[in-house]
């Protein structure tokens, strides 16, 4: 539910790395066109869209304490990660709206395409294969209620698999890496080296500190109360269950010389364990810390040529001295952070990683032992022209074959510096409108964006 855009520099890198019409000015439209905001409409903000984007309450004074100890570390204040300045800390906006996630299937298909008698969708279903013929793609083979079916299509074919099950579609459909297919025994079609390559993802830790008041959502994650916050949201949608506690956040530079920042923020005021799964134990706010644009690639390969068999990923996190250096940083400038006056009548002890944990290598093996993925998988079947390019950026078909699409996170040539719900959603809206042969919205090449006054001297 977190809505974050990314830089705008990172669009302007699309370009530069091959995606052409995917640059800011050409990306900035489309992402209007896919939401409205709770604030209304401005030159970065969209009025009309069908996804809700809200700018939370921070009712707890907690959120309000890690803004300001951001600005007392030397940070600056932005009122908007998605609009003029991302760089520095402030409220997060969430794709929710009326205490409700507002979700692509709420937002199209529940509101928008209900009606429509064009529109079929079959759930528990299992593709198998885009069927080729001659280059061309004529449909999909699918496994649904224990039967193999066909379904032909007219025109195209659009994979929407995401960054994993979209190339291991085209593995399977024998277009990949030629010497990885053949071993699987599958027909190759088209030798794509790039399929299932350039693997990338947000890797973060969770830096932990006890509240010295009773102001966490401690006692709410206590099963009795979850019950009883559970029932007000089911009665209005109101109350603690109306947001996802994700409300402040920062992005910041890890040193200078930096274009645009590349360490990012979560911060939420309670304790979370494995992803939820573990037992609370303290009063505690935390915040969710890692790197934006890790140098590091990892990959995608087939198990087997079984569809129902999982591919085999190696997302190769800290492969590169610099992806460890920065997140020591991390840590290092959380620290700093979270020992800020505004946290003074707050801040406990440290939980995780505890001060015992100063070293670098004692950092480096924290964060192997407790990195997370932040669920960013991308960049698979990367938009370009180079050697390891799947997707030609102005059509969005496969090369070498006509009439197959991919649309979604697989296609960004590089990951962006933030998380990629905002950003897959302006990328549907505008591979929607090439799809459909539409005029492309004119492009917003005179909004301005910022840029650090002390770049080369700061952080």
Not at 76 to 86: I, M, S, V
Not at 176 to 183: E, Q
Not at 261 to 267: A, L, S
Not at 301 to 307: A, E, F, H, T, Y
Request: overall charge neutral; hydrophobic content about 35%; glycine content about 10%.
């Amino acid at each position: 539910m977190v809505y974050i855009r990314g830089n705008a520099l990172d669009y302007d890198r699309w370009e530069e790395e091959g995606a052409t019409g995917w640059d800011y000015a050409h990306c900035l439209p489309y992402f209007k066109k896919s939401t409205h905001h709770s604030l209304g409409e401005n030159e970065y903000r969209g009025g009309n869209g069908p996804v809700g984007v809200t700018r939370p309450l921070m009712n707890n004074p907690l959120y309000h304490a890690f803004i300001e100890a951001g600005k007392q570390a030397g940070y600056p204040y932005t009122d908007d990660f998605n609009g003029f300045q991302q760089e520095g800390f402030g409220p997060m906006d969430s794709t929710t709206w009326n205490g409700m996630r507002s979700s692509a299937s709420v937002a199209h298909l529940h509101q928008q395409s209900a009606a429509r008698t064009n529109l079929l969708a079959e759930t528990g279903c299992l593709v198998t294969r885009v069927l080729i013929e001659g280059g061309r793609a004529v449909g999909v083979e699918y496994r649904h209620d224990g039967q193999l079916k066909i379904a032909r299509a007219a025109k195209s074919v659009i994979l929407s698999g995401g960054a994993i099950n979209s190339p291991q579609i085209l593995m399977l459909s024998g277009v990949g890496p030629a010497n990885h297919l053949k071993y699987h025994g599958i027909n190759v079609q088209v030798d794509l080296p790039g399929v299932g390559q350039n693997l990338q993802d947000h890797l973060e830790v969770c830096v932990q500190q006890e509240c010295t008041k009773s102001i966490s959502l401690y006692k709410w994650q206590q099963p009795k109360n979850m019950v009883k916050i559970a029932l007000r949201w089911f009665y209005n949608q109101g109350g603690l269950c109306g947001s996802s506690h994700f409300e402040a956040a920062g992005f910041i530079r890890s040193r200078a010389g930096v274009s645009h920042p590349d360490i990012q923020y979560h911060f939420v005021p309670c304790q979370v364990l494995d992803h939820g799964r573990g037992t609370i134990t303290h009063e505690a706010f935390q915040v969710h810390v890692g790197q934006m644009r890790q140098k590091s690639r990892g990959y995608l390969r087939l198990q087997s040529n079984d569809p129902t068999q999982h591919p085999l990923i190696d997302p190769n996190y800290l492969d590169t001295e610099q992806d460890r250096w920065e997140m020591r940083q991390c840590i290092k400038l959380t620290r700093e952070i979270f020992n800020q006056p505004a946290f003074d009548e707050f801040r406990g002890k440290e939980l995780r990683p505890g001060l015992h944990c100063n070293a670098d290598d004692e950092l480096d093996q924290f964060v192997r032992q407790f990195g997370d993925s932040t669920y960013h998988p991308s960049c698979t079947c990367k938009m370009g022209t180079d050697s390891l390019s799947v997707v030609d950026p102005v059509s969005l078909n496969v090369h070498g074959v006509s009439n197959l699409k991919v649309v979604d996170a697989s296609i960004m040539p590089s990951i962006v510096s933030g998380n990629l719900n905002g950003p897959v959603l302006m990328m549907a809206e505008k591979a929607a409108d090439v799809i459909r042969g539409r005029k492309m919205l004119k492009p917003a090449y005179n909004v301005p964006v910022y840029h650090p006054p002390t770049l080369q001297t700061q952080r």
